[in-house]
Each structure stands twice: as structure tokens, then as C-alpha cells.
């Protein structure tokens, strides 16, 4: 009886077993299979890649010299810098550059004056998320002498407040007086430098960007500008070399946030005027923040990728809704955010129409706020002592108690000062600033 049942069992787990390696099996040819179509059908895109790049270089070595060139590029001519097309149900983004390069075997600039010596056309066709690429390079050379009537050469170097170069910067040159209109972008080396020559000579908006870092660009002189700006707008002269630095520091996120000092909830609809980061000009002193944003419902106005540097609230004095007054911040103002810090920063509210107190304690000289104050309300029933925060700030009542209409002692003590006692007279919000006094 027993050897019956152990010649079943045995049977059941050798059953088991060859169920579980044959799915072993069927899984791995399985993930093969799928990892063979897979690299077939990115083997697919790739050639198709190649043959587009192929084509279309062909296509420009069949242009006369004169004629190679972008749309609203540095080197104007036909040809797109940016096109979506489809080969074999694949779809690919078409990128064109060309540029003129300044060969050292006949001297650089500017020793040798005329520096647009050749241009170079760069094709990179892509596909896919994430995005894989394929890229060809050639160069095409003047029939005849070299020339650089009505052009210039620009340079540009990215570093940033300590003197360090950034690299991989993209940098959009803009034409202001549009002759030719010029919209290109590209960007530096890895030593924060971008030398182009061929710049047709007129005025440029330049716009730099990078992911981390601040944007930072250059603004218009008075009177097409309200101030005078530190970064101007560049003109390139003819048969001239014009060199600007920039300065680029990494960014920094800012959240406002209003708080209901009672509940800990978050305010919508409060509109923060802020003012502030990089100084951009003087006459008057402009920053390149100025901006209103009011609180979702979360109670926060969000401010991303901006730049490290001191923000003013410019309307502190006048924050309310019809509902909330503004009571005080948890911190010290103006903001000081410095690069890639991540900062919250909280306004407190109260409810205008809830009986409650705030009361703001201050050194009677320096009016500074003093913290660990202890404050005390008292009506006999209602009884509670706080310690003031660093903005020196107390708020009655903590929950769960609550307030209600009627008059309450008030006592504030703070070891090195003296006393203050008094009465206070509570309807709907009241506010107290109370100042002590050294000892």
C-alpha cells in the first residue's frame, strides 16, 4: 500500500518537473524568437536610415556651391534643416546642417581674413523612442576663390560663474533686421565654444539653453528696451570677428506655497508677484524673472529651471483673498535660492471670518522677530502656550481646541527680555504685533 502511494507520487512529481522545464524551454525560444524580431526590425530601421541619409547627401553633392544651405540658416539655401518622412512603414526624422569651416592649411582667422573657407553639411536621420540616430558627413569646396563679402565670423563661449566651461550648450541665433532671416540653432564643443564663420552681417538674438542650467539670451537696447542690458543683441560686422562670453550657472526649482495656518491646507487662487534671479541690465536694475502666477489647488505656484539668486515678493503687503489674510512666512525673506537647490517656500493664511489670533513678536530695537517666544491666551476656559517660530510667529487656537468671540489675557516671555502681559479682544481674525524689550 505505501509502495503503491510512493509510485504515485513519484509519478505526479516527475510530472511536475517535465511541466516545468518544457515551459523553461517554450519561454526561452519564446524570448528568442522575440528578441530576434526585435533586432530584425531594428536592423530594418537602421539600413533604412542609411539609405535616407545616402539620398539626401546625394542630392546636395547635385547642388551648385552657392545653393548648399538651410532654411533661415547661417549658410542660407533651400534646404530644410528639419523633415519628417517614411521609408518601408518606418517613420524618421531628417536633421541638416551646414556650416562653413575655417581650414588651418591656408591660416585662421585672423590671419587669414576670408575663413569661410569650405562648408561642411552634417545629415542625421533618427527613429524611435528612445531615440537612435545615424549620421554622415561630408565637405564641399568653392570653384573658385574664396570670398566673404557681407559675412563675419561669430564666437561664442559658454562658462559658468566660477569660470568653467559648459559644454553641450544649444545656442539659436536669431536675424533681427532679416537679410537674409536667419533661425539657427546648434551648439558648443565640449569646451563651451562655438566658432561659426559666414555670418552674414547684420543684428542677432541669441538664445542659449541646456537641461540643469538656466536659460539665458540677450535683450534689445533702449528704446526698443525699457532698460540697458548687460547682454545686448550682437551685430557682426563684415570681414570681422565678434567674440561674446556668457555666463550660465545651473538652475533651481522654487515652490510658493499658502498654507491655512490653522489646517495645514493648501490655498488656491493666491497670486504671488515675483521679482528676481540673474541681474540682466540696469537703469533701472532688471532681473529675468518678473512674473504673477497664482496657487493651484494644492496651494503652490511652481517656478522651474530659474535662475539661483535673491526673489522678492512684490506685493507681500497686499496677499489676501476675500476669505484668507496673509499672516506671515515660515521664513526669512526675500528668498535666497541658490543653484540646483530644490526649495520650498511657505506663506501662512488665516481665515478671516474664524475667531483666531496671530501674534508677531519682535526684538523692540532691531524689530528682528524672536524666536522660542512663549505666548500665552487665556480666558480662564480656553488656555493654550505657544512658542513663537523663526519669523517669530504664534497662532491661536492649535487644534483641537477652539476660540471663541470674548476678551483673553495675553502673556509673551522670552529669557532676556521682559514680560509682556495685556488684554486682547477676539471677534473674527485679530492681529497683535507685540515688541519686548531687553532686560
Do not use: C
Request: negative net charge.
Amino acid at each position: 500500500m505505501i509502495k503503491a502511494l510512493d509510485k504515485k507520487g513519484v509519478t505526479a512529481m516527475e510530472t511536475l518537473i517535465g511541466i516545468g522545464l518544457v515551459s523553461v524551454i517554450v519561454m526561452t525560444v519564446y524570448s528568442s524568437l522575440i528578441g530576434a524580431m526585435n533586432n530584425t526590425t531594428e536592423s530594418r530601421k537602421r539600413i533604412g536610415a542609411i539609405a535616407l541619409a545616402n539620398e539626401k547627401m546625394e542630392f546636395i553633392r547635385n547642388l551648385e556651391y552657392n545653393e548648399i544651405g538651410t532654411i533661415q540658416g547661417i549658410v542660407p539655401g533651400p534646404l530644410y534643416s528639419s523633415e519628417n518622412v517614411s521609408k518601408n512603414n518606418y517613420a524618421y526624422n531628417i536633421k541638416t546642417e551646414v556650416r562653413y569651416i575655417d581650414d588651418p592649411t591656408d591660416g585662421e582667422f585672423p590671419s587669414d581674413p576670408v575663413n569661410n573657407d569650405y562648408k561642411q553639411v552634417h545629415i542625421e536621420v533618427d527613429w524611435g523612442i528612445p531615440e537612435k540616430s545615424v549620421s554622415l558627413y561630408s565637405v564641399f569646396v568653392p570653384n573658385g576663390l574664396e570670398t566673404n563679402i557681407n559675412s563675419g565670423t561669430l564666437s561664442i563661449n559658454v562658462i559658468d560663474s566660477t569660470g568653467v566651461p559648459v559644454p553641450a550648450v544649444s545656442i539659436e541665433i536669431q536675424s533681427l533686421d532679416d537679410n537674409p532671416i536667419i533661425d539657427y540653432t546648434t551648439g558648443t564643443d565640449d569646451s563651451g565654444n562655438l566658432v561659426l564663420p559666414g555670418v552674414p552681417s547684420q543684428y542677432y538674438r541669441i538664445f542659449l539653453s541646456k537641461d540643469g542650467y538656466e536659460n539665458v539670451r540677450t535683450y534689445p537696447n533702449p528704446p526698443e528696451s525699457e532698460f540697458t542690458p548687460f547682454d545686448a543683441d550682437l551685430f557682426i560686422a563684415e570681414a570681422n570677428l565678434t567674440t561674446k562670453t556668457f555666463f550660465m550657472d545651473k538652475s533651481a526649482d522654487l515652490t510658493l506655497k499658502a498654507i491655512n495656518i490653522a489646517t495645514n491646507e493648501g490655498i488656491e487662487n493666491i497670486n504671488f508677484d515675483i521679482k528676481g534671479g540673474k541681474k540682466i541690465g540696469s537703469e533701472p536694475d532688471t532681473f529675468n524673472l518678473k512674473e504673477t502666477k497664482s496657487t493651484d489647488s494644492f496651494g503652490e505656484a511652481n517656478f522651474s529651471n530659474i535662475s539661483a539668486g535673491e526673489y522678492l515678493i512684490e506685493n507681500i503687503d497686499s496677499l489676501e483673498t476675500d476669505d484668507y489674510a496673509y499672516v506671515g512666512a515660515e521664513a526669512r525673506l526675500p528668498i535666497q535660492l541658490s543653484a540646483e537647490e530644490v526649495r520650498d517656500f511657505i506663506f501662512l493664511f488665516a481665515d478671516k471670518n474664524r475667531p483666531s489670533l496671530v501674534v508677531s513678536v519682535k526684538d523692540s530695537i532691531t524689530e528682528e522677530p524672536l524666536r522660542d517666544a512663549s505666548v500665552t491666551l487665556t480666558d480662564g476656559v480656553f488656555d493654550q502656550t505657544i512658542l513663537t517660530g523663526e519669523e517669530g510667529l504664534a497662532f491661536f487656537p492649535q487644534i483641537p481646541d477652539v476660540l471663541t468671540a470674548g476678551d483673553y489675557e495675553l502673556s509673551v516671555s522670552l529669557d532676556g527680555y521682559s514680560d509682556h502681559n495685556g488684554n486682547v479682544e477676539i471677534n473674527d481674525l485679530v492681529k497683535e504685533n507685540i515688541t519686548l524689550n531687553l532686560e
